[in-house]
């Protein structure tokens, strides 16, 4: 959510939307489906609570647990800047995840 009066960064409150910035309160906060949504008089903004994405499958990655040949995977940025991604695998058949670095 964004402050109307200056424009900063305004993270949702329980009770009140008050900007650091600049103090001016926002209102019209409601939630919707694990999704919070500002009401502002241009248009909606929507902040995502959970983090969707489809994951590409790695028909070569074999499952630890059940053996099955094929997983999906995210890569994850876990540790410093200049060090690889880890690799974080969930099996097609039995949902099992595991990671690799």
């Given amino acids: 959510m964004f402050c109307s009066k200056c424009g900063s960064l305004i993270i949702p409150g329980r009770d009140k939307n008050i900007c650091p910035v600049c103090g001016h309160e926002e209102k019209g906060n409601r939630k919707m489906d694990g999704k919070v949504v500002a009401k502002s008089t241009e248009k909606d903004v929507v902040m ?9 499958l790695d028909s070569e990655a074999v499952c630890p647990k059940c053996g099955n040949k094929g997983a999906y995977y995210v890569l994850k940025q876990t540790r410093a800047a200049d060090e690889p991604e880890t690799a974080i695998y969930t099996c097609a058949k039995c949902g099992h995840r595991w990671r690799e670095y």
Avoid: A, G
């Fill in 48 to 56: 995502i609570k959970e983090e969707v994405h489809i994951e590409p």
